[in-house]
Structures are given as C-alpha cells and as structure tokens.
C-alpha cells in the first residue's frame, strides 16, 4: 500500500514540476522575452536573415496579454530602438523595423535622406544600396511626406532602405502592438541551407552570436 501512495507521489511532483514549468515558460514568453528569427533582408546589414535573436517584451511597461493595452508604463518608445510588432496589415504577422517617429514627430523623405521635425536626422544605421531616386508619383521610397505621426503611433524603416516594406507604404505602428525591443543576438545561421546539414552547420556566424543589437 505504501509503495503505491508513494508511486503516486512521485508521479505528482513530476506533474508539478511540468507544470509549472510550463506556466513560468508562458509567464515568460508573454511579459518578459521572447524568441524572433529575421526571415528578410529588410533590416541588413543590422541584421542578416538567419539571424535569431531576443525580444525584451517588458522594457516599455507590462501589457495587459492579447489586448496590448499598457497598465504598468515604464519608458517611452524612442526614436532608433528596433522594436518587433504587428504587423497592421496582418496581425497574425511580426515585422521588425526600427523606430524613426514618434509621436508629435514630423517625418519627411527628400531624395532618401530622412528628417524628422526639418531637421536631417544621424542615420547611421541606414544602408542605401540604389543610387536611383524615385519620383514620390512613382513610389515612397526616396521621397515622402512630410506626415504628422498621430498619438500613441509610430513610423518605423527598414535599415535596408531601398528594400524595405515598412511605414512609407502601409502607415503607422499602434504602439499597443509594439511586442518589445530586440536586444541580443543567441544564433545566426543560413537559413538557405538545408537543416541537419553539413553546409547549415558551417555557415553559422559565430562572431555575431551573443552581439547587441543597436
């Protein structure tokens, strides 16, 4: 009889055990990190496609879960954090793209270089890869606005300029669907090659693993 009960028992703290581990994984992955890997070209060369990396989900405040409405505000979206959101168009989709306005921002495009509020911003991180310049009848791309970004909104760009999806052809970012900052690169790899090969092992980048993320 004993040793039943004490079967029993074992059998209990290992259920437990896996539960609570899995609500501590989801505790974690809702409120204070999560895993996103780069699937474009959109954020070279900040980021290379292979890239995984973390997403620090409670640097801006806590969130209420599902709703993205914030109870608990702790700093500001600011202009150059690379954040993971919705993407509008498709909130079933995560897009990464790094902030160029915010709130009350004026944001314009003359001939690819970017202002905010007149004034020609430090783009360092920005990487133009056409000398081409588009007509604004033609495409957003070299030439936009100038646009007011509303309250609680953001502009976001590509770093990869001349090939980038982002806020010059669909809009702003609601901040409430702003998942969090990427912070930290964990792995990077060609994702091209086939997995469990010998040529996607090679191709790991070594050198970019544990990189922060500016």
Known sequence: MSGKNSSKSVFREYFEAIVIAVLLALFIRTFVV????IPSGSMLPTLQIGDHLLVNKFIYGIKVPFSGKMI?????????DVVVFRFPKDRSVDYIKRVIGTPGDTVEIKNK???VNGE???DPH???SSSAILDKKVSPRDNFGPILVP????FVMGDNRDNSYDSRFWGFVDQ?????????LYWSWDIKEPLFSFDRFASIRWGRIANLID
């Not at 608990?72 to 150059?80: A, D, E, H, L, T």
């Open 120 to 122: 020609p911003i430090d």
């Open 126 to 128: 920005a990487h133009i």
């Open 34 to 37: 999560q895993a996103f890997k």
């Open 151 to 154: 309250e609680d909104r953001i």
């Open 176 to 184: 409430k669907d702003v998942l969090g900052k990427a912070f930290i």
């Open 72 to 80: 608990v505000p702790f700093k500001k979206i600011s202009r150059g």
């Open 113 to 115: 270089q970017v202002f």
